[in-house]
């Protein structure tokens, strides 16, 4: 579509909204930002812009008369599709794209793809490094942090673009095609914006949606949905496994990553090599693995980068130790499944901090994973009495939960209660709307408050 003069409304005046209403006004279009949030100042939001032109900011209820002559609408990924106003711009057929199909089409190059409920940041975050150490014209961009739109029109046919997409993104996709794509695990997440696992796991499996046969999907061989998904998927699949290996395709044999295909068996890496600990961080390198080597990185490119990535900030981030007790930020565990893979990482007796905004999750595995290693279980947040419920009903003692009003106290109690040789582990379960903006800002304050005992 050309953009050029269009009037589009940008649902959303967030980073997202802020990144999108930005590239809209470098292509010539009439974009305005509209915001249900009346409290909102229409000059802050317009200060958030660079360059807002001729932008235009409605706040509160969205007026009938603005649909006149929309021709196109841009959402942000936290707005619900399911909205009043969203369904009356359904009924009037104005099209509506997400931030990903806006830059994507702005956009140009090759795209590598990945989705997943957990391990898309650090999957990301190294096929970025893998890509960005071989070819230097490589963009990472997407629900990592960096809008897309904010890349799109510097592009040229030798970009390659690394992408996390949530399935908030996957929503709105339209032409959106990646050359790779990757789904790396579905577990029970954001039931309360999608409101059924079927609908959820449907909004995944969108990320394959224009791939043909030339392209390439990576799919969790042990993920039972993804299994049964692969039959449906028109680009050629490659599964990877952590639990047995592979007659083809990319898999961890108790000492290391090996990937092999009709013709050979190729050593990546032993396991021992790399910085990244654990299990689930082992799956993460087989994906990246996967894709680059699926685009034409040489191995030994592929090999000397994932030696020499050390992680991400948020997730199972060792923080410092104070009195012979280690302090981890595991901000980005925001549903049980990636808070069972924080707990399992932990080698030493831990007090564990959890809890925050209640995205209708349920804790029952991730309480029992804790597998005898949780000392203390400190609550904050929406979702604490709900979480010690659930504890006690599965046998953890109920005099080592501990309720906290905020973040700031957590961390005073578990350095009060931690003896040398424990840690103390920030994996919340839970997302951290309501006490913070986001999770980075959430891991961002409890190193701040470790740093200060």
């Given at each position: 579509m050309?953009?050029?003069?269009?009037?589009?409304?940008?649902?959303?005046?967030?980073?997202?909204?802020?990144?999108?209403?930005?590239?809209?006004?470098k292509?010539?279009?009439?974009?305005?930002?509209?915001?249900?949030?009346?409290?909102?100042?229409?000059?802050?939001?317009?200060?958030?812009?660079?360059n807002?032109?001729?932008?235009?900011?409605i706040?509160?209820?969205?007026?009938?008369?603005?649909?006149?002559?929309l021709?196109?609408?841009?959402?942000?990924p936290?707005v619900?599709?399911?909205?009043?106003?969203?369904?009356?711009?359904?009924?009037?057929?104005?099209?509506?794209?997400?931030?990903?199909?806006?830059?994507?089409?702005?956009?140009?190059?090759?795209?590598?793809?990945?989705?997943?409920?957990?391990g898309?940041?650090t999957?990301t975050?190294?096929?970025?490094?893998?890509m960005?150490?071989?070819?230097?014209?490589?963009?990472?961009?997407?629900?990592?942090?960096?809008?897309?739109?904010?890349?799109?029109?510097?592009?040229?046919?030798?970009?390659?673009?690394?992408?996390?997409v949530?399935?908030?993104?996957?929503?709105?996709?339209?032409?959106?095609?990646?050359?790779?794509?990757?789904?790396?695990?579905?577990?029970?997440?954001?039931?309360?914006?999608?409101?059924?696992?079927?609908?959820?796991?449907?909004?995944?499996?969108?990320?394959?949606?224009?791939?043909?046969?030339?392209?390439?999907?990576?799919?969790?061989?042990?993920?039972e949905?993804?299994?049964?998904f692969?039959?449906?998927?028109?680009?050629?699949?490659?599964?990877?496994?952590?639990r047995?290996?592979?007659?083809?395709?990319?898999?961890?044999?108790?000492?290391?990553?090996?990937?092999?295909?009709?013709?050979e068996?190729?050593?990546?890496?032993?396991?021992?090599?790399?910085?990244?600990?654990?299990?689930?961080?082992?799956e993460?390198v087989?994906?990246?693995?996967?894709m680059?080597?699926?685009?034409?990185?040489?191995?030994?490119?592929?090999r000397?980068?994932?030696?020499a990535?050390?992680?991400?900030?948020?997730?199972?981030?060792?923080?410092?130790?104070?009195?012979?007790?280690?302090?981890?930020n595991?901000?980005?565990?925001?549903?049980?499944?990636?808070?069972?893979?924080?707990i399992?990482?932990?080698?030493?007796?831990?007090?564990?901090?959890?809890?925050?905004?209640?995205?209708e999750?349920?804790?029952?595995?991730?309480?029992?994973?804790?597998?005898?290693?949780?000392?203390?279980?400190?609550?904050?947040?929406?979702?604490?009495?709900?979480?010690?419920?659930?504890?006690?009903a599965?046998?953890?003692?109920?005099?080592?939960?501990?309720?906290?009003?905020?973040?700031?106290?957590?961390?005073?109690?578990?350095?009060?209660?931690?003896?040398?040789?424990?840690?103390?582990?920030?994996?919340?379960?839970?997302?951290?709307?309501?006490?913070?903006?986001?999770?980075?800002?959430?891991?961002?304050?409890?190193?701040?408050?470790?740093?200060?005992?």
């Amino acid at each position: 579509m050309n953009l050029q003069s269009k009037k589009v409304c940008v649902f959303g005046s967030g980073k997202s909204g802020i990144g999108a209403a930005e590239l809209l006004v470098k292509v010539g279009s009439c974009p305005v930002i509209y915001d249900g949030n009346d409290k909102l100042d229409p000059v802050e939001v317009l200060g958030k812009m660079k360059n807002p032109g001729a932008t235009k900011v409605i706040l509160g209820e969205f007026p009938e008369e603005e649909l006149e002559g929309l021709d196109l609408v841009v959402m942000s990924p936290g707005v619900p599709m399911d909205l009043p106003i969203v369904e009356r711009m359904k009924e009037k057929k104005i099209p509506i794209w997400g931030e990903i199909e806006l830059a994507y089409q702005m956009g140009k190059g090759m795209v590598l793809a990945i989705t997943g409920t957990n391990g898309k940041t650090t999957t990301t975050s190294l096929l970025g490094k893998i890509m960005q150490d071989y070819h230097a014209n490589t963009d990472i961009v997407g629900n990592i942090g960096n809008p897309y739109t904010d890349a799109a029109l510097a592009q040229t046919e030798d970009t390659i673009t690394v992408a996390e997409v949530s399935s908030f993104q996957l929503e709105t996709i339209d032409t959106f095609h990646p050359k790779a794509s990757a789904i790396t695990n579905i577990t029970e997440d954001h039931l309360n914006r999608h409101h059924t696992m079927e609908e959820y796991i449907r909004v995944k499996e969108l990320i394959t949606k224009n791939q043909t046969k030339e392209d390439v999907c990576v799919l969790n061989y042990e993920d039972e949905v993804l299994r049964a998904f692969a039959e449906q998927v028109t680009a050629k699949v490659i599964f990877f496994s952590s639990r047995r290996v592979l007659d083809q395709g990319i898999s961890f044999d108790g000492t290391g990553i090996i990937l092999k295909d009709e013709q050979e068996t190729i050593e990546v890496v032993k396991t021992a090599e790399l910085k990244l600990l654990g299990l689930h961080n082992f799956e993460n390198v087989m994906v990246a693995v996967a894709m680059a080597s699926s685009v034409g990185v040489p191995m030994d490119s592929i090999r000397r980068s994932i030696k020499a990535f050390a992680g991400v900030e948020h997730r199972i981030e060792y923080v410092e130790e104070k009195d012979g007790v280690a302090y981890y930020n595991d901000s980005k565990g925001t549903n049980p499944d990636a808070a069972i893979k924080g707990i399992q990482a932990m080698n030493r007796p831990t007090l564990l901090i959890g809890g925050g905004y209640d995205k209708e999750s349920t804790y029952e595995e991730w309480i029992e994973s804790f597998d005898g290693k949780v000392r203390f279980l400190v609550l904050t947040g929406q979702t604490r009495e709900k979480i010690a419920e659930t504890a006690i009903a599965c046998g953890f003692p109920k005099d080592h939960i501990i309720f906290c009003e905020d973040l700031k106290e957590a961390v005073s109690t578990c350095a009060s209660r931690a003896c040398s040789g424990d840690a103390v582990l920030l994996s919340p379960a839970c997302a951290s709307w309501g006490q913070f903006d986001n999770y980075e800002q959430r891991g961002d304050r409890f190193k701040e408050y470790v740093r200060a005992l």
